[in-house]
């Protein structure tokens, strides 16, 4: 193939230049030969001092970008792949439909290939029961669950077999995090390892958050990412049910979205004075989803409150017809 024969002094500034004028053949290695680099080119119509000559070169080695790169599959069954999955630190979970069954294991292998920095891979089998924790096969790498995992610069130990957790809501508590004022009281109904609770407190001067959780568990990892982020003056880990906990504060965080609307009693009557703001979150149905606004408040003004809705968003699509959202609401007391 053709290249420029430059002197070892000049090539950097000829390569940059070459690049610059799409001349530059990125897919061949750079090599040397007497004192001189043999930069490949695409065209030799080249504004240069530089001799053009002929050589053999190496391919560069593209690292892989996509499952498709890494992994061998009848051609019929690419399509099934999974378009997305989770990395939660060194960990990926991945859902795997069941046409893809056989291949569960070159697929793990697969996905430890594409990502140099993870360590295991694991099959999703869903969240369950009161406690939400997931159900998960080992695919590939190392055998274990837990892992440590960033999040706007905060460190969460993660297990995932012991406690619920999903790096998919990452947006989410950012956004609730912009809405805390300083010195609000807070109640986290249910923190699981503590990602709303600890983002709260290591972004705002808050007074207090009561993260509570009825997962043992959850409260141990809770309890240790409260110390891996200095934020035990602010967040207290309480491990009850929600609904044992009185406290008095200024906004609530309600993150069942299965269950939510029966813990709305307890949270609106934790609100000191009975004003201030609920994050709500529920799993709906895509025909719900009109009428969620005018079915939430009217629940709430059957409980004795004033709700007046600020945002609805749709945080993530759950599965084929049903959307995780979140609500923002402002409650106040019911005029008399
Ligand atoms: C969907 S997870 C949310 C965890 C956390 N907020 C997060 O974003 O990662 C729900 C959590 O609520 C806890 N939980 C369920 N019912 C509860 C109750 N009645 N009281 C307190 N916690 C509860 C579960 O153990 C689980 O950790």
């Known amino acids: 193939m053709k290249c420029l024969k430059v002197p070892k002094s000049v090539g950097e500034e000829v390569r940059k230049k070459l690049l610059h004028q799409s001349l530059l053949s990125t897919a061949y290695r750079i090599e040397s030969e007497d004192g001189h680099l043999l930069i490949p080119i695409v065209d030799d119509d080249v504004d240069m001092e530089y ?30 792949l999974p378009s997305s999955y ?20 070159p697929l793990g292998e697969s996905l430890l290939k594409l990502h140099k920095n993870v360590n295991v891979v694991l099959e999703d089998r869903g969240v369950e ?16 669950t837990s892992t440590v995992y ?43 390892v503590g990602p709303f609770s600890v983002l709260i407190a290591r972004n705002v001067d808050v007074d207090k958050i009561y993260a509570v959780d009825m997962n043992p568990d959850a409260v141990e990892l809770l ?3 409260i110390r891996k982020n200095s934020v035990g003056k602010k967040v207290e880990a309480i491990e009850a049910d929600a609904r044992g906990v009185k406290v008095k504060v200024d906004r609530v965080i309600m993150n069942l979205p299965h269950s939510a609307r ?7 009557k934790s609100l000191d004075h ?6 709500y979150y529920e799993v709906i149905s895509t025909e ?32 084929a017809s049903k959307v995780h959202v979140a609500v923002d609401l402002e409650i106040s007391p019911l005029p008399v």
């Open 51 to 80: 001799p053009v000559v002929e050589r053999d070169f190496k391919k560069l080695e593209q690292p892989p970008s996509s499952l498709t790169d890494v992994v061998d599959l009848p051609d019929e069954l690419v399509n099934e």
């Open 86 to 105: 989770d990395i939660v630190g060194d960990i990926v979970v991945v859902k795997i439909p069941d046409s893809l069954e056989p291949y569960r294991k």
């Open 129 to 144: 029961g009161d406690f939400r924790v997931r159900d998960v096969v080992h695919l590939a790498g190392e055998h274990r």
């Open 150 to 192: 960033k999040e706007h610069g905060s460190e969460f130990a993660i297990d995932l077999t012991k406690a619920y957790f999903s790096p998919r809501l990452a947006t989410e508590r950012m956004r609730v995090v912009e809405k805390v004022q300083p010195g609000e009281r807070i109640l986290d109904m249910f923190a699981g």
């Open 223 to 225: 309890r240790k990412n």
């Open 262 to 268: 029966d813990f709305l009693d307890h949270a609106l």
């Open 274 to 279: 009975s004003k201030g703001y609920v994050h």
């Open 288 to 319: 719900g989803l009109e009428t969620l606004e005018s079915a939430l408040t009217d629940i709430i003004k059957k409980l004795g409150f004033h709700a007046k809705v600020i945002d609805v968003r749709e945080v993530r699509t759950y599965s």
